[in-house]
């Protein structure tokens, strides 16, 4: 499974990528606003450490202006994914734009019907967001899995990238049900790592070797 990390923040982002954590990245426009930076001076900054796909966000609501945002994204680096929303118009852009060897993010999908729709349309990614279904008390989990089914059954290739992420859980259940990437938080990926039994165990461990009055250096 390829992790991508759903942030801005170019320290968290590096600090990830030393430990080979970083598949990709995802920004949105909410993220760019977080971090406070130029969206082509913070999004070039992320593509110079990065070698995955880094998803850059257009913000008109035509196709037309969708398509000449994503081109203008896309000179940034090679490794930018054009992200456009799951809109009629989001559509033509990532029909447009992939047909040009562009990748392309459809973003803010909440259906499989939309998530089908994407994949006819040439998308290289499609965002299902969970955590915002969660939220409202929708089943984000049953959309990866109904899109994975769909996807399976009619062999398209784009790739199911299960986003608004909030938990562990949500990556470990992503993760069998087969999605191909999952975009979270940096704070989420690195809580990956903890568990109660683990620190438990280590101080177990610590106090009993105190106890032996050794040292292995
Ligand atoms: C994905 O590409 C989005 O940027 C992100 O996962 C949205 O997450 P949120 O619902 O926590 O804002």
């Not at 606003?33 to 969206?39: A, E, F, P, Q």
């Amino acid at each position: 499974m390829k992790f991508f990390v759903d942030t801005a923040d170019t320290a968290a982002i590096r600090e990830l990528n030393e430990l080979g954590m970083v598949d990709g990245v995802t920004t949105n426009p909410s993220l760019i606003m977080k971090s406070g930076r130029d969206i082509l001076e913070v999004t070039k900054e992320i593509c110079e450490i990065v070698a995955g796909p880094v998803s850059a966000e257009v913000v008109a609501s035509d196709a037309e202006d969708m398509i000449r945002e994503g081109k203008h994204l896309a000179k940034i680096a090679s490794n930018i994914a054009v992200k456009v929303p799951l809109t009629w118009d989001g559509l033509k852009a990532c029909k447009a734009l992939s047909s040009e060897g562009h990748m392309v993010n459809v973003t803010l999908c909440f259906t499989a019907a939309q998530a089908l729709l994407a994949a006819k349309a040439g998308a290289t990614f499609i965002s299902p967001f969970i955590g915002r279904m969660d939220d409202i008390n929708l089943d984000g989990m049953q959309l990866i899995e109904d899109i994975r089914t769909i996807y399976d059954n009619y062999g398209y290739t784009t790739q199911i990238l299960a986003a608004s992420i909030r938990s562990v859980n949500h990556i470990t259940d992503a993760a069998r049900i087969g999605a191909d990437v999952i975009t979270a938080p940096p704070s989420v990926i690195k809580a990956m790592a903890s568990h109660v039994l683990t620190d438990k165990g280590l101080e177990q461990f610590n106090a009993d070797w105190a106890k032996t009055g050794q040292k292995i250096l």
